[in-house]
């Protein structure tokens, strides 16, 4: 397992994310596509940490996890509000801003 | 400080601190009779020092001035403010304060029926323009002789409209202020061309041929306007609709001479420029006769004495023109005494009949004997008869005028000085002889002590000022010699002649004469107003109206443009915002890729 293939995994984690991203219509996916993009970043972390030595990437990946769970419960604090509102999770719904 | 200087600012500042006085506490200006006697007082007081100044000039040379640096330009002092003491201001001074005081004093008597806010307004503004006129007279350089003559400006401006609730009167006010400060642009840009070329405000500058012509015609042009002179006379008259004795102090006597009196202050400038002196020559004798035509027709007894001034204006202006500025000045100063004399007395008969027309009066002499002598005395002195002081001073004139410009000029004045002492003979004859010809003009009686006694002042110096001319002409570095010469016998055949025949035609009581019914139709023409009239219609209305279509339609129309233009564009752009969350996610993804692949690839 070399240096390369940890950030081919990375990037494809990355790439699948931006792929939920743009294509899901549920909140609740797109938030978890935005999950494994965060997780691509802390893998990325780690791999350095792991290849080059030292152990500040490992400490950012840790702060990196404690503030995706806080963007988590804000985000899901906000599928709940958009399930209230609009009887349904999807983000379609929530154009009110369109012109 | 020097005696003389303090004496100057004494009389320039007492003034000042009445109306401010009266300007700050209503409560003693409504009352009336004492805003009077501060006002009055304040004049005595001026009067006193400028008489002192006076007397104190007559043993002493040279001249003498305080002054504070007042505009500074770049490092330099561009101006001054401050009091310049000679013989032109002693003297100017001594009978601006007399007759000040006399027109005041009268004031008293004239105004008595005026409610007691009005009355102390009225006294109010006479210390205001007290203080403007010395401004005008003590004045350091032309810049201060300019604020002086903007304020006496606003003075008469406030003093002909103050019934300002009679519409005729806010009219007047508003034309005497409208012409007279079109002609001070002329002096105003006089100044600033002055001060390019020269470097200061002063009066002593030596100047290029050119720019002096330009300088003293720009001058000139707010002389014009001051002093009444054609065509821009047309406020003067109107300017009757004040008070009496305003008529007789600004109107008459000091204001309206300040024109004269800017140009013997600036003498040296004008002395550069003989084309000027040309323009001031004809322009002069052509007022003084078009203006004494105007006189003869005027059934009103202030519009008479009005035209008259102008004519006399005239006079004054066409001597310096001819390059006599001691005429010119002296001319100034004996009309300043008999012409306000002349007013006073007419608002003494008018007071009494309770009418302007003459028409109305008839028989004056016998009710009020002193009114009817000091009228008849300021006429006399203003037809020219030998012995009074219009006489020195007329003969002055036309001496100073005589042979210049082919002499008609001079035939000009000779004509004037015949239709002068007709038509003062006229309104004699008329006002204060033969039968009374109103129930008012039956029962009219002399008024009080407060009226008189100006009449007497004025009266004494009407007749005596011509015996000091020598003295006068000492003071303001001339001659003069009298002697009795043939242009002079000439002017007094003619003045006699003008008295006799308008005691011939008029004794009788009021008749047509062909002659002057045909002046008459001329002069309700009202020719010269109606062309102002039709060219603020045909031109500065229709000028505005374009100028605004063009501020509506092409300034307002290119702002309005730029909005609407702005709103299109904003409108065009909404669809780019849909609302749909991953649309703003792809252009975040395309952005932030966008930038990678910049940084990578560069």
Redesign the interface.
């Known amino acids: 397992m070399t240096l390369s293939h940890c950030l081919l995994l990375a990037t494809a984690l990355f790439s699948v994310g931006?792929y939920g991203?743009?294509?899901r219509?549920q909140v609740v996916a797109?938030l978890l596509s935005v999950e494994l993009m965060a997780n691509a970043a802390n893998l990325v972390f780690v791999t350095f940490s792991r290849f080059k030595g030292g152990a500040q990437g490992q400490i950012f990946a840790l702060f990196s996890l404690a503030l995706t769970v806080a963007e988590v419960a804000v985000g899901l604090a906000l599928v709940i509000l958009l399930y209230r509102t609009h009887g349904d999770t999807r983000?379609?719904l929530?154009?009110?801003?369109?012109? | 400080m020097s005696h003389a200087v303090t004496l100057a600012l004494v009389a320039l500042l007492t003034p000042a601190f009445a109306a401010l006085f009266l300007a700050a506490t209503p409560m003693i200006r409504r009352q009336g009779k004492p805003a009077a006697a501060i006002t009055i007082l304040g004049s005595v007081v001026s009067f006193g020092a400028a008489l002192m100044l006076f007397l104190d000039r007559l043993h002493s040379e040279g001249t003498e001035r305080l002054v504070v640096p007042w505009i500074h330009t770049g490092g330099k002092i561009a101006a001054e403010a401050g009091v310049h003491v000679d013989g032109v201001s002693a003297s100017m001074l001594a009978v601006v304060c007399f007759v000040a005081l006399c027109v005041q004093v009268f004031s008293l008597g004239y105004m008595h029926d005026e409610p007691p806010a009005d009355f102390g307004r009225y006294f109010t503004y006479h210390a205001l323009f007290l203080f403007s006129m010395n401004t005008l007279v003590i004045a350091p350089n032309l810049l201060q002789l300019f604020v002086g003559w903007e304020l006496v400006g606003v003075t008469s401006y406030l003093l002909i409209g103050f019934y300002f609730k009679k519409p005729s009167a806010a009219h007047a006010a508003v034309k005497a202020f409208w012409v007279t400060k079109f002609a001070d642009m002329g002096f105003l840009f006089g100044l600033l061309t002055l001060f390019v070329a020269s470097g200061s405000f002063g009066w002593t500058a030596k100047l290029d041929p050119e720019v002096a012509t330009a300088v003293t015609l720009l001058f000139f042009l707010g002389v014009v306007g001051k002093s009444a002179q054609f065509p821009l006379h047309v406020w003067l008259p109107d300017a009757m609709e004040g008070p009496t004795p305003v008529s007789a102090l600004l109107h008459a006597a000091t204001m309206v001479a300040a024109g004269v009196f800017l140009v013997v202050r600036a003498n040296p400038l004008f002395e550069q420029a003989p084309t000027t002196r040309t323009v001031m020559l004809v322009l002069g004798a052509g007022t003084a006769l078009f203006a004494a035509l105007l006189a003869m027709v005027q059934t009103d007894i202030k519009k008479v004495l009005a035209y008259s001034t102008c004519s006399q204006l005239g006079y004054m202006v066409a001597a310096l023109g001819a390059g006599s500025v001691f005429a010119g000045f002296f001319h100034l100063t004996t009309h300043a005494f008999f012409k306000a004399l002349l007013f006073l007395a007419a608002g003494s008969a008018i007071h009494a009949v309770h009418s302007n027309e003459i028409g109305q009066m008839g028989g004056l002499a016998k009710k009020m004997p002193l009114t009817a002598g000091a009228f008849t005395i300021g006429a006399l002195a203003l037809a020219g008869v030998p012995g009074l002081s219009g006489f020195f001073s007329k003969d002055l004139v036309l001496e100073a005028v005589e042979g210049k410009l082919g002499s008609i000029p001079y035939v000009m004045l000779l004509a004037t000085a015949f239709l002068t002492a007709f038509y003062m003979g006229k309104v004699v004859v008329l006002a204060f002889f033969g039968t009374p010809r109103s129930e008012h003009a039956k029962h009219a009686h002399e008024p009080d002590w407060s009226m008189k006694l100006p009449l007497v002042g004025l009266a004494i110096l009407s007749v005596v000022t011509g015996y000091f001319a020598g003295p006068f002409a000492h003071l303001n570095g001339s001659h003069y010699h009298f002697h009795l010469g043939l242009g002079a016998m000439v002017a007094i055949g003619l003045g006699l002649s003008g008295l006799g025949m308008a005691w011939a035609m008029f004794n009788k009581g009021p008749r047509e004469v062909a002659a002057i019914t045909a002046i008459d139709g001329i002069a309700k023409s009202r020719a010269v107003n109606r062309f102002y009239e039709y060219g603020f219609r045909k031109v500065t209305l229709v000028l505005s109206d374009l100028l605004a279509w063009i501020d509506r339609y092409v300034v307002d129309g290119l702002i309005n443009l730029l909005g609407y233009k702005t709103i299109e564009a904003g409108r065009a752009m909404?669809?780019l915002?849909?609302?749909?969350?991953?649309d703003y996610?792809?252009a975040l993804?395309v952005g932030v890729a966008s930038l990678a692949a910049w940084a990578v690839l560069r």
């Not at chain 2, 915002?577 to 991953?582: E, L, S, V």
């Open positions: 931006i991203l743009l294509t219509r797109i983000v379609d929530a154009s009110e801003m369109k012109s | 909404r669809p915002q849909t609302g749909f969350a991953p996610v792809l993804v």
